[in-house]
């Protein structure tokens, strides 16, 4: 994670501003079921600008089909020192910046500062933060905020009371005209359910105050991330805020400090790849079992990425300009809805005795490059100047799909019964698949870090599937089962037309319909079903 080692400590984050693109358009909407299929090509071309063969991005073909335009949000270290000139075309040729950190004020908990050294009056006098955000709107740029952190304090964290930390988010709306707030939650505060409660309440609240206003209030998740993508922590916070009411945007993972062993030389584009791949398909799941299915394309849409440019924390690890140029065709080619970097500040050679050694700084990044190498391919995504983030998800009523055991092409899920490993059920118009034996365990509950989910998503039940038909395992079974009959261990009857065997002596229990069969029934079915693996 990412900290600010010649000021007061301000934590790394990952975020997107909806202002850069009015013209947006959401992916489209599959016309049945959970389509993964692309529509359209597209094309990436990398051209030499400038000197020192620094590579930008080339526009993305309008042919592009659903694909979203990936958009380039570099972050700015605002209480770093030297005060870097985001506003200035010369030292940035990003049109958005993500302003980091606002965190708790150390003397109030509930109230707003930047990085806990200033006040949003006195970052206004001592930074001209307020001058420089105005001068880069006349320009045509934009700007987003980035609230939270590893080292600070984030409000919802700080703040227990509600209405102050509504208060809070709401004063940084008004002051500087946002329309996009980046929640970059680490640490423990990605575990803090009452925060990420909190957080979410407020920002429900203040998104129906925009709206109400006519106006928009975008959100994006920045998230720690692993190659093998998002913790149970991290997912329980993406699902916690969207049941919470907030619209979210999209969840940016941190694609840094993976932890690689000191001896190794990590690919680090192919770490970043695979945790974006990891997120994606978490994601997927994650929508599904909250009931919105979404296309492939819809979820790359909703995913953004922010490498540490140059050398990271970890000191085996380097992101390279070959690494910028590689993730910035990736973005491209899936979609992705923004790609982010740590930081501009850092966007410069080292110079000096140490240039070729591990280099930790904030005001370089360590590894052979052109000042601005990282930033001007970045800002040669197609989205660059144009791309919106507005679009967002809002979550469906609970309760909306009613499972039908009529149509449903494997049993519904129940809570009593007990499922085996690769079981396959319904619940709530999605298919899951018992990963172990399990009872109780509700599929579409996320797990969490001390107990994982047993059930893996496989996708939603689509409009033409039916019922299971049960395939028989034995034949010449023609008696009927008799309620007033006493049948003994190993009788075989026929119930509704399908074939059972006695486990011991009874009478008058018939045989059960509903699927998986209890061990603590009487009868066994000799027939299999569908996600029914056959038990004794």
Avoid at 74 to 88: A, E, G, I, S, W
Avoid at 96 to 122: I, Q, R
Avoid at 148 to 156: V, Y
Wanted: charged share 20%; aromatic share 8%; hydrophobic share 40%.
């Amino acid at each position: 994670m990412l900290t600010d080692r010649a000021n007061p400590p301000t934590a790394r984050v990952e975020h997107d501003d909806p202002l850069a693109d009015p013209d947006w358009q959401e992916p489209d909407q599959p016309q049945r079921r959970l389509s993964w299929l692309r529509v359209g090509f597209l094309a990436l071309l990398v051209g030499a600008i400038g000197t020192g063969g620094t590579l930008g991005v080339m526009h993305l073909r309008e042919t592009a089909g659903p694909t979203a335009k990936s958009w380039a949000v570099p972050y700015v270290d605002v209480t770093l020192t030297p005060t870097f000139q985001f506003q200035d075309p010369a030292a940035n040729p990003a049109n958005n910046v993500a302003l980091g950190f606002v965190v708790a004020d150390p003397s109030d908990g509930c109230a707003p500062s930047w990085g806990g050294a200033y006040t949003p009056d006195e970052a206004a006098a001592s930074l001209e933060l307020d001058r420089r955000i105005d001068q880069l709107r006349s320009a045509g740029g934009n700007v987003m905020l980035s609230v939270g952190g590893l080292t600070n304090t984030e409000l919802a964290v700080a703040c227990t009371d509600q209405a102050r930390l509504t208060d809070a988010y709401r004063q940084l709306i008004k002051r500087y005209g946002l329309t996009t707030l980046d929640l970059d939650i680490e640490g423990t505060a990605v575990a803090d359910r009452a925060s990420l409660q909190r957080r979410a309440a407020a920002l429900r609240t203040l998104q129906a105050e925009q709206t109400a206003a006519g106006s928009e209030l975008t959100v994006w998740m920045t998230l720690p991330v692993s190659p093998s993508g998002l913790t149970a922590d991290g997912l329980a916070a993406v699902r916690t805020t969207l049941e919470g009411g907030v619209a979210l945007r999209g969840v940016n993972v941190m694609t840094m400090d993976f932890g690689s062993a000191q001896s190794s030389e990590p690919d680090m584009l192919e770490l970043s790849t695979s945790a974006l791949e990891a997120t994606h398909k978490q994601l997927s799941d994650l929508y599904l079992r909250l009931g919105v299915q979404l296309t492939s394309p819809q979820v790359w849409s909703r995913i953004g990425a922010t490498p540490m440019i140059g050398q990271n924390d970890v000191d085996a690890e380097r992101f390279t300009v070959e690494d910028a140029r590689g993730l910035a065709t990736f973005a491209v080619d899936k979609g992705l809805g923004r790609v982010s970097m740590w930081s501009v500040n850092r966007d410069a050679p080292c110079k000096g005795t140490f240039t070729n050694v591990v280099v930790h700084s904030n005001t370089c990044s360590g590894v052979p490059q052109e000042k601005l190498a990282f930033s001007t391919i970045f800002a040669g995504l197609p989205g660059s100047t144009d791309a919106s983030g507005r679009e967002s998800i809002t979550m469906p009523a609970q309760a909306a799909v009613v499972d039908d055991p009529k149509t449903s092409p494997y049993p519904v899920w129940r809570l009593t019964a007990q499922y085996v490993a690769n079981y396959k059920v319904v619940w709530h118009g999605v298919v899951y698949e018992a990963k172990w034996a399990n009872q109780g365990y509700d599929p579409s509950a996320d797990g969490d870090s001390g107990t994982p989910s047993p059930w893996s998503v496989i996708g939603p039940v689509t409009k033409t599937d039916t019922a299971p038909s049960p395939s028989p395992l034995v034949t010449g079974v023609t008696a009927a089962w008799d309620a007033k009959k006493s049948y003994i261990r190993g009788d075989r009857v026929l119930f509704e037309g399908l074939p059972y065997q006695a486990r011991w002596t009874t009478q008058g229990d018939a045989p059960s319909t509903e699927f998986p069969i209890s061990p603590d029934e009487p009868w066994q079915p000799l027939f299999a079903v569908p996600g029914e693996p056959v038990t004794g």
